[in-house]
């Protein structure tokens, strides 16, 4: 019967404790980096691992930054292609239909 007590009172110090540590643990989560600032420093020739010291950031921020602006370039790229050719990028060829599919069962008489 104490076994059962202790077990009992053992169980709920563990939930109390669980609830208690979930409600205080709060993520965290960086402030916004600044992408500008950090291609300056990267367009200046320090390495990432310079410039997320000097930006206080990390090594990965600089890496993500680096991504979202070489990919912005190439955004930018195929938009001034449109604006010297005033036509539109042609986007990649969907596939074709299966010949099985264009000649379903229902179709034939």
């Given amino acids: 019967m104490v076994i059962k007590k202790i ?6 110090a563990t939930l109390v404790a669980t ?6 643990a709060r993520p965290a989560y960086a402030t916004k980096v600044d992408c500008d ?4 420093e990267v367009n ?7 410039v997320a010291k000097d930006l206080s950031i990390s090594t990965s921020s600089v890496y993500r930054c680096k991504r979202l602006a070489k990919a912005a370039a ?3 790229a195929k938009t001034s292609l449109q604006a010297q050719t005033g036509k539109e ?3 990649a060829p969907m596939a074709a239909p299966s010949p099985a599919a264009a000649a379903s069962p229902a179709t034939k008489k």
């Fill in 37 to 40: 600032a950090v291609m300056n």
């Fill in 89 to 91: 990028v042609p986007a």
């Fill in 74 to 76: 190439k955004a930018g």
């Fill in 19 to 24: 609830m208690v540590f979930a409600a205080t």
């Fill in 44 to 50: 200046t020739g320090k390495h990432a691992k310079e």
């Fill in 7 to 12: 077990a009992v009172a053992a169980a709920s």
